[in-house]
């Protein structure tokens, strides 16, 4: 069984001013919320620091309320692009840095499947194009499909570049972790940043996921909400991250 509190105790924390060679960051998303929940402190930092963010998000989030007659999928694709947008503008992206890969929601390919190659290709111009000194991505094993999907799509394109510094960004670990899940980490690669400064921010891009925050679709019982226990592993005053050696 996963001890998120023992596993967080290993932690060692970042310091702003760590961050001050990065002027460029790459946020990997598999779906939108993900990048408020994982990482929306650490977004609203760089930006206030003038940092370039831009934000690829890799599914089209059409699957989380796949039985409701009121808001089918493509309503509910547009609808959490919208969303996903506010929250961005909230923690101070504009939307001309946030790009859709489209890959459908529960279905992103992952390697050797159909459609992985032309991701990847897509992924790689964007890092290309940037030349990042930082890239968030969804840590390797997480416990969702589109969030390892999205992390093997990175690894895959990082073979055109050297190095570049990954943090990965836990989000369903905390909830379905199994045995096999839980990251083997050598000391000091778990990082905490301090985003107390940015908490309210994050709180607000948070809310404003309003389809998978509240009962806006309500008409599918089996349909996905991020619970108050759900929200509040990432409405602490510290974000953490995976730096591998």
Request: net charge negative; charged share 25%; proline share 5%.
């Amino acid at each position: 069984m996963f001890d998120k509190a023992v596993f967080l105790e290993q932690a060692v924390e970042v310091f702003p001013q760590e961050l001050k060679n990065i002027h460029s960051c790459l946020i990997l998303v598999p779906h939108p919320d993900d990048e408020s929940l994982g990482c929306g402190g650490l977004i609203a930092m760089l930006r206030d620091r003038n940092v370039e963010v831009e934000v690829l998000v890799t599914t089209d989030g059409s699957q989380s309320h796949p039985n409701s007659k009121a808001f089918p999928p493509d309503k509910v694709k547009l609808i959490r692009k919208k969303e996903v947008l506010t929250a961005l503008e909230i923690l101070g992206v504009d939307q001309g840095n946030v790009t859709f890969l489209e890959g459908k929601d529960t279905c992103l390919p992952s390697r050797n499947q159909k459609g992985f190659e032309d991701l990847c290709y897509k992924m790689a111009g964007s890092i290309k194009r940037l030349k990042p000194q930082l890239i968030l991505v969804p840590y390797e094993l997480d416990p969702h499909c589109d969030h390892r999907a999205t992390w093997q799509l990175l690894d895959e394109a990082l073979n055109q570049f050297g190095h570049l510094r990954v943090w990965e960004y836990p989000i369903w670990l905390y909830e379905l972790a199994s045995e096999e899940d839980i990251p083997k980490l050598k000391s000091g690669e778990l990082k905490r940043l301090n985003i107390s400064r940015y908490l309210n921010t994050k709180l607000q891009a948070i809310h404003s996921h309003v389809s998978q925050t509240t009962k806006l679709i309500d008409d599918d019982p089996n349909g996905f909400i991020l619970t108050h226990e759900m929200i509040g592993h990432f409405t602490t005053d510290f974000e953490y991250f995976i730096e591998r050696r």
